[in-house]
């Protein structure tokens, strides 16, 4: 029997390869960027498994050129980019990469908030490019964050560790989710509030639900004006969780004071995009989970995925459960 072959379009750790070469043929790509459409599709053609990171779209068109594909192993948390319905459809399984990576993405998004509250990429800026002449008793003030109060959409794992995070700043914790966390309640003070109150009570309005279709623009025109005045809106969940002209004209009109983005709705964000031009907003490119020690963890995490599924195993993160019906 041939061995099941393997495709990694893009550059992992070498000790996941190695890994992975001891349970089929590893179709590798070294790159960074991402391959053309035309070798990837090539790749896919003769793949029984692909590892591939967030930025990769699978749907119904690509996956005409997997005939032979039993799992798509993500190499992220989030799945938007991958079409579960179809992936089921044709008995694919799907999964992703979810814990490894939630306590540096909780560091990356408090980083940005305190960034935003506090200035840091602005002042950063002013005194490299030579501005900074004299000091000035209202040079970079900005706004506290300890002992403010901090709503946390989508108080998931990654909500939670924000939310631990900000209890060490003795931030007042509001949340909404769709369902309560009654753990975050007790461990944190954490208060389930409505949407409404958390935009209106919050300096800080932090997103972190995933995108799914219910939660596509979940924060808009309407919403943003419950936020208050000097409020901070802070994304690192996925662009499109955020209307995101609906915030540029809120800041342009000053209705609130600034936001923090690791996400946008179009990636890499167009250089033209006028978030870039504000100078109260922190614009960071997508790199939540980005620590050696965390990307190293998740792409273990997707290789011991594709592994279980090549042995014929239930992957322990496993996104399509339905699926097994089809394979079994
Ligand atoms: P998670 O544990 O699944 O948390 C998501 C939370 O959102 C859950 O508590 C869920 O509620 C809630 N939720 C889902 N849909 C909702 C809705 N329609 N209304 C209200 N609440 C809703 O996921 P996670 O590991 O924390 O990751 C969250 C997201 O962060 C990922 O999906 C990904 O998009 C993003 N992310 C970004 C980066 C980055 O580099 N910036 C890195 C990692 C992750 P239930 O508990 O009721 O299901
Ligand atoms: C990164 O954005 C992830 O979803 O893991």
Not at 26 to 50: C, H, M, N, P, Q
Not at 114 to 121: I, K, L, N
Not at 265 to 280: G, H, I, R, T, W
């Amino acid at each position: 029997m041939s061995k099941p072959r393997i495709f990694v379009p893009n550059r992992i750790n070498e000790e996941v390869i190695q890994f992975l070469q001891q349970f089929g043929d590893v179709d590798y790509r070294a790159k960074e960027e991402l391959i053309s459409e035309e070798e990837f599709l090539d790749g896919l053609r003769k793949a029984t498994a692909l590892l591939c990171y967030s930025r990769q779209k699978i749907n119904s068109k690509v996956l005409e050129q997997a005939p032979l594909l039993k799992i798509v192993s993500n190499i992220a948390v989030g799945y938007d980019n991958l079409d579960l319905e179809e992936l089921t459809k044709r008995g694919i399984m799907a999964t992703n990469t979810p814990g490894v990576l939630t306590e540096t993405t909780a560091d990356l998004t408090f980083s940005i908030l305190m960034a935003a509250a506090r200035r840091v990429t602005e002042a950063d800026h002013y005194v490299k490019s030579g501005q900074w002449k004299e000091w000035f008793p209202s040079l970079m003030l900005g706004k506290d964050v300890y002992g403010a109060t901090i709503g946390i959409i989508g108080m998931g794992r990654i909500g939670e560790a924000v939310a631990r995070r900000a209890k060490g700043f003795d931030m007042e914790i509001l949340y909404y989710n769709r369902s309560r966390k009654l753990d975050a309640e007790e461990k944190l003070g954490a208060r389930y509030v409505s949407l409404e109150e958390l935009l209106q009570k919050s300096d800080y309005v932090v997103v972190l639900i995933p995108l799914t279709a219910e939660t596509q623009k979940f924060i808009g025109a309407k919403e943003i004006a419950l936020m208050k005045k000097d409020a901070i809106l802070v994304n690192a969940s996925r662009g499109a969780t955020i209307d995101e002209p609906a915030l540029i004209q809120a800041l342009q009109e000053k209705r609130i004071a600034g936001a923090a983005l690791d996400v946008y709705e179009k990636e890499p964000v167009d250089p033209k995009n006028s978030l870039l031009k504000m100078a109260n907003v922190v614009t960071l490119p997508h790199i939540g989970s980005a620590t050696r020690e965390t990307r190293a963890k998740m792409a273990m995490k997707a290789a011991r995925n594709v592994v279980a599924a090549i042995k014929g195993e239930i992957p322990e993160n496993l996104l399509n459960r339905e699926v097994l019906q089809k394979i079994k």
